[in-house]
């Protein structure tokens, strides 16, 4: 599945990205490509936590 994210310039250092489908899903990466692969793990986790709840 492909989820959208939004990756913005974080206040004191590197990239902070969330994804607006999955509730609460955040990370950060000192490079967009670490905050992009960093996001995907998150994402992944937080859809296993969700799904252990149903």
């Given at each position: 599945m492909v989820y959208r994210v939004v990756v913005e310039k974080g206040?004191?250092?590197g990239?902070?990205?969330h994804?607006?489908?999955v509730p609460g899903c955040h990370s950060q990466g000192?490079?967009?490509e670490e905050a992009i692969e960093n996001i995907k793990d998150a994402i992944k986790g937080c859809l296993s936590a969700l799904e252990k709840d149903y």
């Open positions: 206040e004191d250092f990239y902070v990205v994804c607006p489908a000192n490079t967009i």
